[in-house]
T-cell receptor, first 114, second 115 residues
Framework: AQKITQTQPGMFVQEKEAVTLDCTYD???????LFWYKQPSSGEMIFLIY??????QNATEGRYSLNFQKARKSANLVISASQLGDSAMYFC???????????FGTGTRLQVFP | DTEVTQTPKHLVMGMTNKKSLKCEQH?????MYWYKQKAKKPPELMFV???????INESVPSRFSPECPNSSLLNLHLHALQPEDSALYLC??????????????FGPGTRLLVL
């Protein structure tokens, strides 16, 4: 069965610095996808970035990039040039089984300070 | 536009009340989801509707009753809830192709407090 592990309960980063949030996963499937979501204190889950298992290049979306190391089963999120508004909970996730189900990690709370 | 809307934003109800949560999307998505999220925990899947038919029920108690009137709307009817049902309820939608790459887009959630 799919499993997502996020080992950092909390992270601190200074404004304008880069930060890496760790995510490891376990699956026996050859075809799979990994997602990162941001959840501010308001509660909404905001989709950030997606990486497919067959994608040859690491995904990037603006200041977000995904450091995908397939052999190590890791999919770390890198946020460049952190902003105060990046303070939130970040979840790594992948599809089930069942395929419609998102399996989430326990999350990492990121706090950006001036 | 990747917008999913949910009403109400906050809801307080007694254990004998009946209430409903509403979710709407206009992205043409054919799959819609209800998740429950307790404080400091990740979301947990409750129900999935695919093409307006219930496809997954994650052994949710019958006091939660989902309904999908059409492809844009998803309701969650609540009856005789318990205080432990207090949580953030998140609605999500996705295109409905069921591929491993399919992204789910979430609404802002309804914060429910059961007294």
């Amino acid at each position: 069965a799919q499993k997502i592990t996020q080992t950092q309960p909390g992270m601190f980063v200074q404004e304008k610095e880069a930060v890496t949030l760790d995510c490891t996963y376990d699956t026996s499937d050859q075809s799979y996808g990994l997602f990162w979501y941001k959840q501010p204190s308001s509660g909404e889950m905001i989709f950030l970035i997606y990486q497919g298992s067959y994608d040859e290049q690491n995904a990037t979306e603006g200041r977000y990039s995904l450091n995908f190391q397939k052999a190590r089963k890791s999919a770390n999120l890198v946020i460049s040039a952190s902003q105060l508004g990046d303070s939130a909970m970040y979840f790594c996730a992948m599809r089930g089984p069942p395929i419609d189900k998102l399996i989430f990690g326990t999350g990492t709370r990121l706090q950006v300070f001036p | 536009d990747t917008e999913v809307t949910q009403t109400p934003k906050h809801l307080v109800m007694g254990m004998t009340n009946k209430k409903s949560l509403k979710c709407e999307q206009h992205m043409g998505h054919r799959a819609m989801y209800w998740y429950k999220q307790k404080a400091k925990k990740p979301p947990e899947l409750m129900f999935v509707y695919s093409y307006e038919k219930l496809s997954i029920n994650e052994s949710v108690p019958s006091r939660f009753s989902p309904e999908c009137p059409n492809s844009s709307l998803l309701n969650l009817h609540l009856h005789a809830l318990q205080p432990e049902d207090s949580a953030l309820y998140l609605c999500a939608s996705s295109p409905g192709t069921s591929g491993a790459s399919e992204t789910q887009y979430f609404g802002p959630g309804t914060r429910l407090l059961v007294l």
